[in-house]
């Protein structure tokens, strides 16, 4: 599993080469695999015989991190702790001897991956825009836990080392350099072994300088009044946007504040107690559930028809050149695919080359492609006011506005130049798919593709099957998502499909609390505070309340007399009719907007009066602001709206930001144990009425 | 416990600014010393020595660290007395009161010198670090919320506008002009070696012309604090940046001592003033520079005393909203509160801030020859103080 080559100037090259595997993964294992290697490497340096060690990897990427099947569901800290403590001694052991270690760096490492790395004494990474580095796992909930924050401390400082260290992207080789995170850049694999033997012949012992007497981080330790201003800030900033539990974020502020005021193998041990204690946390526990095990689920097609040949989508037509054509066909063309983007006429259709123009810029700004590529990127992309130019597309997805007539003479047009295999998708917010593709040609080559603004951050795609969609449409719609790198959930052709359908119970909850007689103030603290990213009426007013209201009278004729109106409905209507406050758009909602982002709630009784004095236990609005979408979920699970548990998790994560770390909607209920959660439904469908009222299929979890 | 007896006292000019004079022109050590040889020739001092030396600093750091109180007895020659630098922040100058005050009225020493000195000029507080200044964690909690941002916060509270605090910053301006042409005062000159003399009269601040009506708090730091405050005000959405430097106090320098014992046993002996009671509580509010009103509260409580039999009220004056929320919610009357002016006109010395009040609060007293008289204050760190004194003088 480790390849041992030594040459003539007793340099010896270990190349990482897992049997049975695509990838090298290093795990609770990897001390069985190095340690013999070690010791040999140190036979080897007593009798004089070992100039320098070079590691690289056998395999495209140079090693992957951690081993989160066998971390999940762990909740004993000592078992950990020593797991952390094993690890760190490995690398202890490569990084203290004083024989100089290089790390050829010929593919991705990420995590523990990257933290081998950083136990080198010399870093040397190809220079491959596709390479990824770094340590994203607050990303998960946790830290790195093989010395990875203490390396990044004392070779970066306290300040730089947290921006890494929160950073949950990866780094490309150039940024990496530019960080400070490797210290050369190779142009190909054999002049990165010549400039690691270059290097090694160079030195004589080697030591990484926190292993030398005397010395100190660069830009001081926890005592230096910037670094506690800088730690404290962060905190604060940490503990206003979250809610209430140990994060990750907080675990690396304080082993920041900590570690650096201690020696270093001091710092080491230090990191595996707060390693410890995240990963035995439900919330991160959580976050591993959804972030690795759900995501995986559908990455590797769990979800996606089965039975037919996977689709590899070359060109793409999109027709409509606002905000979502231009961020689809960005997200596109980063992911190597052609597009052409369609407007009423060329002028128009040019602001998606603006859009796609502006965000490479960006993306050269950080290093993460070059003037050549940005180049070859935009030669890609071709706009046009005629549907024509569609006639080599794989794929023609609209994004028009949200106007039935509009959308459907769009795809009649384009129709005509597509050819019977091309499958069309249509992003849809609230006009039912099947009733698009009732008056188009094939409508079993239409589905609804429901993309999150802003497109290229939001990772989540709704694939909507609608009544006529074939599953292979589906199943070429489940490709053409993954092609772009984004997560995929087929849900059903209802009202607001999964995610807006969700989202609403939330927004329609806080509007309830008003009527209650809670102050709006309230209302909005206590949503963003139960660990919504957006408050319930802040989101009312973007939507616009018709929308809001809309929802509910289609989930009104969906069950006809089995229908139960919502209280918030009472409210919706008095907005909509009487006061004419119907949202952002008009300047008027909920709130009250000046200018571009002031806004102030609007001071109003809805119930009457505003009851200050209302005894309110937060935990409570907490728990009905999330329940009710919980159990929305699970509805929509039973009603088949959405199908796997592992979807609707990261769908309510992505889509709308339901708390990551509950690990999404349905998650919650295994957080909160069922039992509990039942009969807290019972509780507040006591109090207040059947929406509370678990489906079926979670009565039936209890069994 | 035993009753307990202010017996004398002292207070040095206060000068206000942190750009720095007199106080900058002789060490602590020497001016201790002198204080300390003044007090100790005159009666009391004499009939019952102190047997210890409680000193209030607040930061003690540089030349107020370790135990400055002793080094003073040493260095004035007075090896006989014990001392004890004490920190409670800006109630380090009462609460050293109330040290002195517990061990008398438990018997343990017949008299104590108390009180507190502030040398902000010269000594930097941001150089007393520990966890409370430094540690991530104590910067989320709401008494680590920037002292400004609380008093903007607690206006907002008790419902006070702009307008409001500016009359009664304006008022409080109006008072203690007259107090040099006071015929009573403990206050001390300080002189340098030659006798010469650095400062004999209170420097008042400056009143700055360009930075008045501008917000103290930086939006910035309102937004960056504003999401932990809604955490614990569920109501609050915004609240306005009301104070300005003309409705904050600025920082001064100063020094204040009282000579405490017990039950007067010769004639000699008269005492100033009797302790009725003294509370120091952290406030149910846990934010900087609450709990006055709660304080004041429980003393009266302890003292037995109505809040009617009190005839004079002083309180701490960080900003005027502290101030005025204090007046509100105790229902007194403008004209019975800092009667001779506060921390707005005077400057605020923080650690010698509650020694130098009841200082004032005693001369106020006797001049106006009335019985009670309450003192309440509040510091950054959430702790409150109320003390009620009985003037005999």
Known sequence: MIKYHKDTHNIVTLTLDMSGRPDNVINHEIGNAFMPVVSHLKAEKAKGLLKGVIITSAKGTFLSGGDLDYLYQRSDAAGIFSFSEQLKFVLREIERPGVPVVAAINGSALGIGFELALACHYRIVLDKPSIVLGLPESGMGLIPGSGGTVRLMWQLGIRQAYQVLTSDVGYTPREALKAGLVDALAPGQKAMLEMAKAWLLEQGEARRFWDRPGSSIPGGDATHPENIEFLRERSVAVAAEKADYFSAAQAIILMLYEGSKVDFDTACRIESRYYARLLVSQPTQNMIKAFWLDRKAIERGDTRPKGFGKFRPRRIGIIGAGRMGSGIALSCLLNGMSVVIKDVSKLIAANALVYVQGKLADLEEKGRIDAQESKALLNRIQITDHVRDFEHCDIVVEAVFENYALKHKVTREAEAFLDEYSLFGSNSISIPISTLAEACQRPENYVGLHFFPPVEEVPLVEIVKGRQSSDESVARAFDFVRSMQKIPIIVKDVWGFYAARVQNTFILEGITMLQEGLSPAMVENLGRQSGMPRAALELADELGLEIVLRYEQLAAAHYGVRYIQHPAVHTLNKMLTEWNRPGKSAKAGFYTYQGDEGKTLWQHAYAGEIRMDLAVEPQEIFERLLFVQVIEAFWCLQEGVIRTAAEANLGSIYGWGFPACKGGVIQFVQDYGIQNFLSRCAHFEALHGPRFKPPRMLTNLEG | ?393
């Open chain 2, 1 to 393: 416990m035993n009753p307990v007896y202010i017996y004398d006292a002292l207070r040095t000019p206060l000068e206000a600014g942190l750009s720095g004079g007199a106080y900058r022109e002789i060490r602590p050590l020497d001016l201790l010393r002198q204080t300390l040889l003044v007090l100790s020739k005159r009666e009391f001092w004499r009939h019952v020595p102190p047997s210890d030396f409680i000193l209030g600093c607040a930061t003690p750091v540089g030349d107020l660290g370790k135990n400055i109180a002793r080094a003073a007895l040493l260095h004035a020659g007075m090896h006989a007395i014990s001392g004890v630098q004490l920190n409670r922040f800006d109630l380090s100058g009462l609460d050293a009161v109330g040290w002195a005050m517990a061990r008398i009225g438990a018997g343990m020493e017949a008299a104590v010198l108390a009180g507190g000195l502030c040398l902000q000029s010269s000594l930097d507080a941001r150089q007393d670090r520990g966890a409370w200044t430094d540690d991530p964690d104590m910067a989320i909690l709401p008494t680590g919320f920037p002292p400004v941002f609380s008093a903007d916060l607690q206006s907002w509270l008790h419902a006070l506008d702009a307008d409001g605090l500016e009359a009664y910053a304006k008022n409080a301006r109006s008072r203690g002009q007259d107090i040099s042409t006071s015929d009573f005062s403990y206050l001390f000159p300080i002189l340098d070696d030659n006798g010469l003399t650095l400062i004999d009269q209170d420097r008042l601040p400056e009143a700055s012309e360009t930075s008045e009506g501008l917000p103290l708090l930086p939006e910035v730091v309102y937004q960056r604090f504003l999401p932990l405050a809604q955490k614990k005000y569920f109501h609050l959405e915004h609240f306005p940046r009301i104070h300005a430097a003309s409705t904050a106090a600025a920082p001064a320098d100063g020094l204040g001592l009282l000579l405490l014992g017990g039950e007067p046993t010769t004639a000699a002996r008269v005492p100033l003033a009797r302790i009725r009671a003294y509370v120091l509580l952290e406030s149910a509010e846990n934010l900087p520079f609450a709990g006055m009103t709660q304080a004041a509260e429980a003393a009266l409580a302890r003292s037995g005393l109505s809040r009617e039999q009190i005839d004079l009220w002083a309180c701490d004056e960080p900003f005027a909203g502290i101030a005025l929320a204090f007046q509100r919610s105790m229902q007194l009357d403008p004209e019975r509160l800092n009667v001779s002016g506060g921390n707005l006109v005077f400057g605020r010395p923080a650690a010698a801030n509650g020694s130098y009040l009841l200082i004032r609060m005693l001369e106020d007293l006797k001049n106006k020859q009335l019985s009670f008289g309450l003192l309440a204050l509040a510091d950054h760190s959430g702790s409150s103080g109320a003390i009620i004194v009985e003037n005999l003088g």
